[in-house]
Every structure is written in C-alpha cells, then in structure tokens.
C-alpha cells in the first residue's frame, strides 16, 4: 500500500487560504477515503494508478501544513519561529539543542547566549527594530546565537558566504541596505582588505572577539560577555508581522553578483515545515554539515529543527571521512545532502560496519541516480527526500515516490494553486522560444523545456534586494497570454507521460562545481581585470567522475599581448573562492556571439578541455606551481585518472 506515504509539499505549497482550503480539506479526506477503499478493493485500479494513493497522501500533508500557516497569519502577535523556539525553551530547557566540536549547548543555553547577543548589539551598536546586519560568520553555533539575539530584537540578518572576498564582499553587503556587518574573528583579514570601502560607506564593523587593533573595527565578544542574560521584552520586535524580512540570503541564481533574496516570515515557516512532511519527529538527530549561509543549511536544516524542537548536530565543514562516526556517535537519525555529499560519501574506502547507524532519512537535492544506487547499497536503507525548489523561487516540487530520478511529480491541485508550464527553450540564443504573436510555446509532454512559475498572490516573487534589474531579469511576461507575468527559474525541466517530473538542466549563465553556485559573468568581470585579457567567456565543463561542472574560460587576449599565466592567476586567487576559479583557459582569437550579442557558450561547453580535440591553446591553473600552466595531454590523462584531484 502506498497511502502511508509521507510526503511534503513544497513550501510555496503552503500559502494556502483557509477559505480555500477547508472545504478542499473536507473534500480530499472524502476522496482519499474513497481512494484507499479502492486500492484495497480493487489491486487493478493499483495496477493502473500506481500513484493515486501517494498523491492523495501528499496533497493532504500539504493541506494540514497549510492550514497551519494560515493560522500564523492569522494569530496576533504574529508568532514567529522565534517564539517557537522560545516554546522549545520552556517545554523542554535541558535537551541539547546544538552538538559541535564536542560541546553540548542546551535549548536554554541557547536562549541565554542569544539574550546576551541581543542586549550587547542593542547597548553597543544600538540597533533599532528592522536594522538589517550583515553577518559573515562561519557554522559555528555563534552563528545561530546572533541570528537568535537580531530576531529577538526583530532584525533581519544578512547571511553572508564566508568565502567571500573583496569586491563580492562589498557588494553582498551593501546590497542589502546593512549598515552594520559581525564578523568572525577569523574572518578580520579578509574585512581588513575591504577597510576602507565600507568605512567610506558609513558601515560599522563589529568583530567577535575580545581584543582587536586596527582601528575602525569594534569588538562586541567582550561586550557579549558582560551583558545580562536576561529574556527581553516582546515589544522590541511588536512591529514584526508574516510579511516582515526575516533574513536576506544570497543567490547566484543568474548573471552578475551575488543577490539578496528577500525571504519573508512567511517562507522561513514555509520552508522549515520541510522536515515535518519529510517524517521527522521530536526524537530525531539532525545532522547539519552544509553551510548555514544557503537556505538548505538554515532554513530546512537549522529552522526546521527548532519546529520540531530536535537537537543538531552541527559541523564546521563537511567531512566524508568523519561522517559516519559522527552519525554513530550522536545517533543521528536524518541526515541532509547534496548530489556532491553522496559521491563524496560513496568516494570513502568500503568499511565493515558502514550500516551500523541509525540514519533513516536523507533530504537535500542533486543526487544522481547512479550514485544513489551505489549509496543506498553501501550504506543501507535510508529514505531519500529530494527536492527541487530556489530560495527565492516561488515553484518547486519534492520527490514523493519511488521513482529513481525523479524529483517530484505534477499534480492537479499543486498546479491549480500554483501554476506553472514548461516553455520551449533555445538553448543556442539562450532565450524563450516565440510564436508569431510573440507568446512562448509550452514545451510538449516529455520534451525538456525551461519551467516558469506564473507569479499570482499565492505565489509571489519578491525578489532581490537593492537590485531591480535582476529582479526584472527573473520575470518574463506575456508567457501564455499578453500581459502575464512568470517567474523564470533559469532550469530546464521535463515531465513525463506518467507526470513525473525530471531537473535537466540549468541554462547558461551559472553552473555548480562543488554543491556551489558559479555565476559567470561574475568570473568574466574578474578575469578581464588581468592586465593581458581583453574579453572572458566563462562557463562549466563536465568532468568525468564528478558533480557539476568545473569552471573554464575562453578569452580573447588584448593587441599584442601574450597570456600572462601569474597575473591571471593572481587575479583569480586573489578575487574568487576556489569553486569558482577557471581552472581551465582556452585562448580564442575572438569570441563567438549571438545574434542579441550574447556570447555563445554551448558549442565551447561541449568541445570541453581535451587537448586532442582543440586547436586553441589551453591552460591548466596548477595550485601547486601557483600559476596557470599550458594544459598538455599528459595534464588531461592525469586528470581522466584522478592521479590530479580537482
Ligand atoms: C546514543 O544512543 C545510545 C544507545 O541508545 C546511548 O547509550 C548514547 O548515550 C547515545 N549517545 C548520545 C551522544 O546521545
Ligand atoms: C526519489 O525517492 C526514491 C525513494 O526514496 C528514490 O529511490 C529515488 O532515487 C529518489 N529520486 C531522486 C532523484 O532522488
Ligand atoms: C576528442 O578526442 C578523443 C581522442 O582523440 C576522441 O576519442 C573523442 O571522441 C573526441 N571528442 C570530441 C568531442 O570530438
């Protein structure tokens, strides 16, 4: 029997009225009673609806857990995760709430380290209600105290990468209208360097720690020290409401610098709802090893697990050889991915007891059929909950069936509440495919086409902070009908003709390498700030045996000059994380565009990095030698044998 299925909505799922849904609700326990009765009475109706039952199951979780956001959004004061996690507080002060490094930190000394968090930030740096700061800041549980201690001052927090430097830095930061930025003391180096910028901005620079020497930055560690543990008072966030930012998170999600979306009250319910349908109860272990900048790590990992009042165990950095042991030694129970954890996992050299741990649900995205096959057999019966679905996106889907490969299903009533269609795409000029009468075309059952979520109150777009370009980038408008407008989530989906729902690409202007998003022209602008190149068109290369793709470049070089190999390198070091460095460089005479001038990527993205193939001349960034090398045959067979780790 299917109908025990747990299954999850997606958190744009849950916007739901209660005018809407209470009859719908009425009408679905009708129906999936009548749909139970049927799949006991009738094994032939199971035969041909293999899946009714798990749709009837999911729909009805999506509605309970509308039901409940609509309360929220009803009850006054407005009841925030916060306040949940002040329940949490109350009903049970002595569970560990956060494992880390070996130390347990309990539920009510989590509310006191942030009590003290909110009273040093509002005696020093005076903040007032619905003062955006910017936080860069490693996963460390001080992360989670501040997040707590701006909340309970009712102030939005920037989450900012940590891999972050100079000119994204400036920017990430500035964006967001934060005129305050809390550093980890081990991140003052990399603030340093930006000085001068943010000083000129107005911004204050607050780092934790005790002691610090350069003058223009504040200390708020020995502040947070002396202040009082005492709760605070509500009335310091009385104007906080459902719609109210809660956090800025940063996106790569098209062209350019990283951008803020806005996330509401509403969508941090919305989202941490997630491990709720996923079947997590009050006694599981939650394993947080993904970066609680992104929304995987703080909203569906960290916020979730304050609904559910779990502890979590949480890790610096994601360690495939330590993995397990940790999952032994906390008994974690749901465990959090992305295509890249998998591999990694499935990368480690076999052990005997690797299916001695009680892990029994995984949920995250990107994982390959292949290497869920592989993972599931080394490491035994875990149930994978992928999903699909953009921070700032307002459609997703989540994987609530059997079927390998799929990462959800369409669904009539998912579809009458949030609609949305795959168009047609052309990859070659990287735009919607349109008819004579300028309207997209719907792509055709089993064709892949680019998905597009209408944008209607139920499901909105709010889009970028402090970027209203990009954010007119993400709309596209007269999709259907003259006049409508659509989110464009920038992936290339397909359905099939059962309904389910298959990811298979992400069009042109980003690429993931090492579970990151890479935005080109981002690289592109670095790039050309080396003094030989004139113009860079950067893209992701697949490699053999790894997720993603890596990042290469094809450049054309400036009258007269030869390629320097150390400036280049210098300048991507100097200014990129080490995910989104080209690691490959191909030297054009000129750059192929499009007919709208934009560069063609598809043809260079398939001829790849194989010397044997291409005639141009190719470079290798070599970390070793610190300096970009000329890619020779005996590089790209030592890279094929991953005798070269990449
Ligand atoms: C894990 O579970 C075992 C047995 O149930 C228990 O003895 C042990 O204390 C638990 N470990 C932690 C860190 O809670
Ligand atoms: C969907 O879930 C099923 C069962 O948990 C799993 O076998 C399948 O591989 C999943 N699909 C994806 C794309 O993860
Ligand atoms: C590249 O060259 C190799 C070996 O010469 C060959 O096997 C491969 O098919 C070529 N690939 C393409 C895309 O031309």
Known sequence: MHLTVTFMPLYVYLSLYSCVLLPLWNMYVF??????????????????????????????????????????????????????????????????????????????????????????????????????????????????????GLAKLGCPAALLNFNIRSKSLLHCFSCCGAKRLCVFAELQDAVEEVLPTLKEQGISVYLLSETCSTQGISTLSDKIRQASDEPLSRDLRANVNIKSTALY???????????????????????????????????????????????????????????????????????????????????????????ETMRYLCNTPKKD???DHKVRVAIGNGVRTDIWSEFLSRFG?????ELYA?????????????????????????????????IKFDIEKEEPVRNADGLCVEAARGETGLLVGRVTQRSPFIGYAGNKQQTEKKRLRDVLKKGDLYFNTGDLLR???????????????????????VATSEVADILTMAHSILEANVYGVKVEGHEGRIGMAAVTLK?????????????????????????????????????TFKMKKVKLVEEG??????????????????????????????IASREIKL
């Open 31 to 148: 129906l999936t009673a009548v749909a139970g009765l049927l799949l006991l009475a009738l094994p032939l109706v199971q035969t041909r609806f293999p899946y009714l039952g798990q749709d009837f199951a999911y729909i009805l979780r999506s509605i309970k857990l509308g039901i409940r956001l609509t309360k929220y959004k009803k009850v006054q004061p407005f009841y925030s995760i916060l306040d949940c996690f002040l329940d949490a507080v109350r009903s049970h002060p002595s569970k560990v709430f956060v494992h880390f490094e070996g130390r347990a930190h309990t539920y009510e000394e989590a509310d006191k380290h942030s009590n003290r968090v909110a009273r040093a930030l509002q005696a020093e740096v005076r903040l007032q209600e619905g003062d955006p700061v910017a936080l860069f800041l490693p996963n460390e549980p001080t992360f989670i105290w501040v997040w707590l």
């Open 381 to 385: 019966d875990i149930k994978v909950r």
């Open 249 to 339: 998170i940063y996106t790569s999600g098209t062209t350019g610098l990283p951008k803020a979306a806005i996330v509401s009250h509403e969508r941090v319910w919305a989202a941490s709802f997630i491990q709720a349908v996923c079947g997590v109860t009050e006694n599981d272990i939650f394993y947080i090893n993904l970066p609680l900048y992104h929304s995987a790590g703080f909203l569906i990992g960290m916020a979730g697990a304050i609904e559910r009042g779990i502890t979590i165990i949480l890790r610096r950095k994601f360690s495939a050889s330590q993995f397990w042991d940790d999952c032994r030694k906390y008994n974690v129970t749901v465990m959090q991915y992305i295509g």
């Open 390 to 422: 953009a921070t700032e996106g307002n459609i997703g889907f989540i994987n609530y069936t059997s079927k390998i490969g799929a990462v959800g299903r369409v669904n009539f009533v998912h579809r009458f509440f949030f609609p949305y269609t795959l």
């Open 559 to 595: 009258e007269g000059e030869d390629f320097d190999c150390l400036d280049a390198y210098k300048q991507v070091v100097n200014y990129l994380p080490a995910y989104a460095r080209p690691r490959f460089i191909r030297i054009q005479p000129c750059l192929e565009m499009t007919g």
């Open 353 to 355: 007891n690797e299916k």
């Open 609 to 638: 990095f194989n010397p044997a193939n291409i005639t141009d001349p190719l470079y290798f960034l070599d970390p070793e030698k610190k300096t970009y090398v000329p890619l020779t045959e005996e590089i790209y067979k030592a």
């Open 495 to 517: 359905f099939d003709s059962e309904n389910f729902v298959y990811f298979q690409d992400r069009v042109g202007d980003t690429f993931r390498w090492k579970g990151e998003n």
